[in-house]
Structure formats: C-alpha cells, structure tokens
C-alpha cells in the first residue's frame, strides 16, 4: 500500500460501507467494482447494499473480492435515510461509510479517509465530491455540477456534510440516534447538526475522493423539489431568531453574476448563458418547494 498510516493493520478501523440503492444494478455494480479496487485492506471493509424498493428485487450483483450482502427496506421504501438506517443496524464495522449508488470512489478513498480519521481524532470526516459528465457533457451536467454538494464549504460554514461521502464512528450513532425514518431529503443535514450539538466534531479530507454521476436537466429539477422540501425541516431546526420564511427567496431572486461562472473549467461562451438560466430556475424551483413545505405544515 502507498502512504497508509504507521499502524499495523490489525489497529485499523473496520469500515461499513452503506449503499441504498433502488433498481439501478447497472449503477450498483460499477460501485462494487471501485469498492473491489480499494487500496485499503479488504480485510477491514464490509459493504452493505440495501434495496430501497426496487420494482424487480433480484439479480443482485456478487462479489468474490469484498464482504458484500444485501438488505431491503420496505417500510419506508423510498426513503434513503430509512434504508441507511437499516444498513447501519447490521454494520459491523468502527466507522459507518455512507455514499450514493449513482457514484464511484477513487482507488484511495478508504485509505485517505482513514488516515485522517486517525490523525485528525474527529469523530465524522467528509470527504470530497467530484462530478462525473460521462460521454456527453450537457449545460444541465454543467450546472448540476456548481450548485449540488459542495462539500468543503458546508463543512466549513455550518458543520455539516451529505451522505454522499460521509464517515461516521459508530459509537455517534449511540447518542445522537439514526436519520429520521420516512425522510426523503436532508437528513444528512440534520444528523450533523444533531452531532454537532453533541460535542462531535467533523472535519474535511480533500484526498478522500468520491465521483458522482451529473444530472441531466430533469433528474436536477427533481432533486432540487426534493431539497426544498427537505429544506424546510432543517430550517425550522436552525432558523436564527426574526428570520422570515421567505428571506431564502428574497436572496435567490438576485440572480448569480456571469463572473462566478467563469471559474468553472467547462464554462464556455457558448453555453454560458444556458447554464446561468439553469442554476437560477432549479434555485426558484427549490425554494417554491420550500413556500408550499412551509404553508403545508402551517
């Protein structure tokens, strides 16, 4: 192995990876084969699957290089953070693992992430998402890319990361308890906070990598009506006194200047402006589900 800590092996920790997953196999097996190419010790690693409500629950796929098995959710299908729960019931392991069936990590993710865990003493490590474009890179790829999961900064801003590359100490679980049953966006949020009002800490590995698949314009605008709702719970947690339900939409209705774009490398003259008119719709759209959440709990 390249760059592991000074311990023995057997000082490691014992990782559990938890994927839920619903129907995509194609997606879950590419995953198992980079868990497959880990420079970690397969020795230390457990993967649990768990089916989130899969139309056709069968033909799981195997592997003879990793501890792999599979588990199902079926009282809240639907809900990731329910089949997460599930997964984290049945892990074995020291440090629970969580990422997304549509993503794939990077040869050196477990190994990065445990040597900060070691190093650093914290109790949850975020690592880094990159985005995947595949064979077509489109302005809603492009877009996707610059609005979702930007992990480091909500690290550092807020204390908190998504379950798309997220590591957990199991001994948290014990007295901050598992992610809500039934929800369907933001749990991750409201977990790290929970955590966070424990008196665990969190930080940030750059060299733990996870690649996620971009969304397509419609796969985004779905996600974003998911978020908002998702939203609205966390914001009621930590809303700051005199905070009015719309100052979010105030905000978004100042659209992002030209200017930020430029950074991003697949910006180009010709798709500038669809992708600036993508990022200010999905961010209208995710606050409009944010309005109807709120006036629906009223």
């Not at 990077?106 to 003493?121: C, F, R, T, V, Y």
């Not at 997220?166 to 790290?192: I, N, Q, W």
């Amino acid at each position: 192995m390249e760059t592991i800590i000074n311990n023995s092996v057997a000082s490691l920790p014992f990782f559990s990876v938890v994927v839920p997953f619903k129907g995509n196999l194609e997606q879950v097996n590419n995953l198992i084969i980079h868990l497959e190419r880990q420079k970690y010790p397969a020795t230390h690693v457990e993967v649990i699957l768990i089916d989130n409500g899969s139309d056709d629950p069968s033909d799981y796929p195997k592997s003879e290089k990793i501890n792999l098995s599979f588990l199902s959710e079926q009282r809240y299908a639907d809900s990731p953070y329910s089949a997460r729960n599930r997964g984290i019931e049945a892990a074995a392991g020291d440090v629970v693992v969580f990422t997304d069936a549509n993503s794939y990590p990077d040869s050196g993710w477990l190994q990065e992430a445990a040597n900060m865990l070691i190093h650093s003493k914290c109790d949850l490590l975020a690592g880094a998402v990159k985005f995947s474009f595949g064979e077509k890179v489109t302005s809603a790829k492009i877009a996707d890319s610059i609005i979702s999961i930007q992990m480091k900064r909500s690290v550092l801003e807020r204390k908190v990361a998504y379950t798309a590359n997220l590591f957990v100490k199991k001994e948290v679980f014990s007295k901050t308890g598992l992610f809500e049953e039934g929800a369907r966006s933001g749990g991750d949020v409201r977990f790290c906070k929970k955590a966070d009002s424990e008196g665990y800490s969190i930080t940030y590995c750059e060299k733990a990598v996870v690649f996620k698949e971009a969304r397509s314009y419609g796969a985004l605008f779905n996600k974003k009506i998911r978020t908002g709702r998702g939203y609205y719970y966390t914001w009621i947690t930590e809303k700051r006194a005199g905070e009015k339900w719309y100052s979010n939409f105030l905000r978004v209705l100042k659209p992002q200047g030209f200017f930020a774009l430029k950074a991003h490398d697949r910006i180009t003259l010709s798709n500038i402006f669809l992708v600036w008119i993508i990022i200010y719709t999905a961010r209208i759209a995710e606050q409009i589900s944010f309005i109807r959440e709120y006036y629906r709990n009223r």
